[in-house]
Structures are given as structure tokens and as C-alpha cells.
């Protein structure tokens, strides 16, 4: 079913699933089930490098599913106390959103609007190249551009065309990630979610955050998914 509705070689993939839930549509029961696929060359690359590196894998997870576990297995309350939390990993290339409830997944899903987007639109508005635009708004912040702040823009280019470019993208991605949160309210009405954890490369950029925050009406903060982690020094997290 994954290769005849994405067109790829199921072979070459490895392809875990997560059991969401079964529910009655037009008389039948059906059941949702989240497919996580990764390349097997890439997983192999992985094991190499953990081979070379003089380390034991006890286990690999793709990266959509490893997320959450990063984050629940330091949480205090109660599951479901506080409602499902929605995760969004703003990447470059690509933002990945988990939505969980004490620690099982409900939703997952790959977006294609990321940095990268975000980036060439300003670019485009500007007319300079999308590594001047990203080095620009991580030094300025995203709000600097929304707003069409002149300190940020150079002189010669049209402030207003820049910041309706910086809110189109910051408004196409809030639209991706309202869709995910709408289809998960129509899966599990009872379990709305409450509140969404950034992070990613893209989560330095507060201004971003914060304008992604206002568009879904919820409470936001940003995560570390390595706090947990200590070194052989004492220092923790990122």
C-alpha cells in the first residue's frame, strides 16, 4: 500500500508502523495506522558510522518517532492530565510534526514547508540569494522581516514586498500545521491538543516560533531533546 500511494520501492525502505486507533465509517471499521519509512541505505550509513565510532546499537528509531521519546520520559503529570502535545521539529529541509498523549503517538506526519521556504520567499521579495536571506533573518529574527523593518532590509529593496514574502511563508506553514492539528481533533475529540513544543535548528529563530504560536491559538515552548543526556563532564542538553 505505502509504494502504490507514494510511488516508491517498498524493498529499498524499512517501514515501521504505529497502530493509532479503529473507528466506524459508513457502516465498516476501519483503522488508522501511521506508516514510518526510512531508506535502507541510510539506516545502514548510521550503523557504519556507530560501528566505526566503537559503539553498540541496541536499537534505531527514524527520527519522527524518536522524538517524543525524548521529551515524555522526563514529564511528571499524569497522561492525558494536560491533554496531547503537538512537537514540530522546524528543520532546513523539512518539519516533522508528532503529536502524542502520555507518550503514545496519535499523529505524525513529514511537512515540505521548512526553513529552506521560508528563506527563498525572502529571498525572491529581495532579490538576493537564499544564503544571504537565512544568514540575514537568523541574525535579525523572522520579526524584523515581518515587520519590514528598514534596519534589516537592505535600502534598495521594497520593505513592504519583503514583509508580505516573510508573513505569506510564516501564514503557509501555520496553515500545515492547524491541518495537522484539525485532523487530530477529528480523530480524537476528547483529547484536544494543549500545548506545542518547538524544536529543531529552525526553533533559535524565537520570532518564528512565536508568530507559529499566535497563528494555532495554543501555548508554545521551546525544547531540548538532548537535556537529558550528560556527559562525561557534567554538561547536559545541546
Excluded: Q
Excluded at 509504494?3 to 471499521?29: K, L, N, Q, S, Y
Excluded at 514529564?75 to 502524542?100: P, Q, R, S
Excluded at 537592505?154 to 511563508?169: I, K, S
Excluded at 500545548?195 to 529563530?205: C, L, P
Amino acid at each position: 500500500k505505502l509504494a502504490a500511494m507514494r510511488g516508491c520501492d517498498a524493498a529499498a525502505r524499512i517501514v515501521r508502523t504505529v497502530p493509532v486507533r479503529e473507528f466506524t465509517r459508513d457502516g465498516a471499521t476501519w483503522r488508522e495506522v501511521i506508516a514510518i519509512a526510512m531508506g535502507k541505505r541510510d539506516a545502514m550509513r548510521y550503523v557504519d558510522a556507530c560501528r566505526r565510532a566503537g559503539l553498540d546499537i541496541e536499537g534505531m528509531h527514524a527520527g519522527i518517532s524518536a522524538l517524543p521519546l525524548a521529551f515524555t520520559a522526563r514529564e511528571t503529570h499524569a497522561a492525558g492530565e494536560h491533554g496531547a502535545t503537538m512537537y514540530v521539529d522546524l528543520g532546513y529541509g523539512g518539519t516533522k510534526v508528532v503529536i502524542c498523549e502520555g507518550g503514545r503517538i496519535e499523529f505524525a506526519k513529514s511537512l515540505a514547508v521548512a526553513g529552506r521556504s521560508l528563506d527563498r520567499r525572502i529571498a525572491t521579495a529581495r532579490g538576493a540569494a537564499v544564503g544571504e536571506a537565512r544568514l540575514e533573518r537568523m541574525t535579525a529574527g523572522f520579526g524584523a522581516w515581518r515587520a519590514g523593518n528598514r534596519e534589516a532590509i537592505d535600502a534598495g529593496n521594497t520593505p513592504c514586498a519583503v514583509a508580505r514574502a516573510a508573513n505569506d511563508a510564516v501564514d503557509a506553514l501555520a496553515e500545515e500545521l492547524s491541518m495537522c492539528v484539525r485532523y487530530h481533533a477529528a480523530m480524537f475529540g476528547d483529547r484536544a491538543v494543549s500545548e506545542v513544543v518547538f524544536t529543531g535548528g529552525e526553533a533559535r529563530d524565537r520570532d518564528l516560533c512565536h508568530a507559529l504560536a499566535e497563528s494555532l491559538h495554543l501555548p508554545a515552548r521551546s525544547g531540548d531533546p538532548l537535556a537529558a543526556l550528560v556527559a562525561a563532564d557534567g554538561s547536559s542538553g545541546l
